[in-house]
């Protein structure tokens, strides 16, 4: 990895370790050298910054450093460094104590009704800062993978994080395992559309699967190589052909309520979507049974 347990960045950040890496960059463990905020970095991959609008990066990365919400991964900065001579760009975020709702959803497949629809609010809550926001701040790249899951409290937290930068790092460009998600764009995305009524459709992906265990459509991945974007366009389209399997048949637990607010958050038509993460967050809240408003519903089998 470029970095290792121990140096020094800007003479600010110091790496206390390196967690891993994605298909954008690498990402480390680091320690402020004023604040005591537990932070990660993450270093951006130079063949997508070389051919990134890096104006409009770093412009996004200012206003999304003005937003603080609970429920949203704080970006504290984007900035460069230079090693061997090299300018890397790096974004650094708050660090989350717990896992990714991906990770969750490997070992449970997929959840029980009180425990997805809890993750969602906390979501919605934070996306809705989102969208209210001036300037208003679309995600752009709401999945599984971006929903970090906090153990720090009585019950687990959804957090957002990863706003667009991603988006706007692959607009040149096809990133190799980045392609998965593709699968909860909402279909304006693919002609460049980012909406709040965007967000909506990704975010009622997730609770689709987080209920069934499965997308809402189903897609042939093994056939198709996922390194074309007109190809991954074209596949999608195709299977959203199909009539969506309504989630109840996969989860008897959902009730009509909820199985109406899920497919109006899917349409694929935005006109007839949840305009905003708001209006979405105000029609699930309504259809949520939760008789014990504390979370109690949480168990620790729940997450294992």
Not at 197 to 214: E, Q
Request: charged letters at 25%; aromatic letters at 10%; hydrophobic letters at 35%.
């Amino acid at each position: 990895m470029l970095l290792s347990r121990g140096n020094i960045i800007n003479d600010t950040y110091k790496v206390i370790f390196p967690i891993g890496q994605g298909a954008f960059g690498e990402v480390f463990r680091v320690k402020h050298k004023y604040f005591n905020d537990p932070q990660v970095m993450k270093v951006y991959k130079d063949e997508y910054v070389e051919k990134s609008e890096l104006e409009e990066v770093l412009n996004e990365g200012q206003v999304l450093s003005q937003l603080s919400h609970p429920n949203l991964v704080k970006v504290y900065s984007i900035n460069t460094f230079n090693k061997n001579g090299k300018a890397h760009y790096f974004m650094t975020m708050g660090y989350v104590s717990g896992e990714s709702l991906k990770q969750l959803l490997k070992r449970k497949t997929k959840l029980d009704v009180p425990v997805a629809i809890s993750i969602m609010i906390d979501v919605l809550k934070g996306l809705k800062a989102a969208h209210n926001n001036k300037p208003r701040i679309v995600h752009r790249d709401i999945n599984t993978d971006n929903i970090l899951l906090s153990y720090d409290d009585h019950k687990p937290v959804g957090i957002l994080g990863d706003f667009g930068i991603a988006i706007l790092l692959d607009k040149a460009h096809s990133i190799p395992g980045a392609a998965g998600r593709y699968l909860y764009f909402a279909p304006e995305c693919f002609m460049g559309i980012y909406l709040p009524a965007s967000d909506v459709f990704s975010a009622g992906c997730v609770l689709y699967k987080m209920l069934t265990g499965s997308l809402p459509w189903q897609y042939d991945l093994v056939h198709s190589t996922l390194d074309d974007k007109e190809e991954i366009s074209y596949m999608i389209n195709s299977a959203r052909r199909e009539k969506v399997k309504k989630p109840s048949l996969s989860n008897s637990d959902i009730d009509e309520k909820l199985e109406k607010v899920i497919m109006k958050s899917i349409e694929k038509k935005m006109e007839n979507r949840y305009r905003t993460a708001g209006s979405f967050l105000k029609a699930l809240e309504n259809a949520n049974k939760t008789e014990d408003p504390s979370g109690g519903y949480w168990k620790e089998q729940d997450l294992y």
